[in-house]
Nanobody, 119 residues
Framework: QVQLVESGGGLVQAGDSLRLSCAAS????????IGWFRQAPGKEREFVAR????????YYANSVKGRFTISRDNAKNTVYLQMNSLKPEDTAVYYC????????????WGQGTQVTVSS
């Protein structure tokens, strides 16, 4: 089993930047990739970005492409989400999640961190 802990959320103004961290522990060697998801009030959870653990390939939702960057530090077992040019519509609880196989469900989730962007 993998345990995930997010940090780095906060209250910022539109146009500001934030960096979220997702620290992984446990059976990290079994991870295929780690993804970031977000859920705004009254909306469904949506995919933001993901990175494969071994090769570092990255994938983004169109809504954040060019503004957000996902990266990893394998030595620290940590994945980062650098968020630039934040918009009020980026306001949500951000979660990181891990899965062991491509195409499978993300079955390990962190507790989430709140990001609020004021206009």
């Amino acid at each position: 089993q993998v345990q995930l802990v997010e940090s780095g959320g906060g209250l910022v103004q539109a146009g500001d930047s934030l960096r979220l961290s997702c620290a992984a522990s446990g059976r990290t060697f079994s991870m295929y990739d780690i993804g970031w998801f977000r859920q705004a009030p009254g909306k469904e959870r949506e995919f933001v970005a993901r990175i494969t653990w071994s090769s570092g390939n990255t994938y983004y939702a169109n809504s954040v492409k060019g503004r957000f960057t996902i990266s990893r530090d394998n030595a620290k077992n940590t994945v980062y989400l650098q968020m630039n040019s934040l918009k009020p519509e980026d306001t949500a609880v951000y979660y990181c999640a891990a899965r062991s196989t491509f195409g499978s469900r993300y079955d390990c989730w962190g507790q989430g961190t709140q990001v609020t962007v004021s206009s």
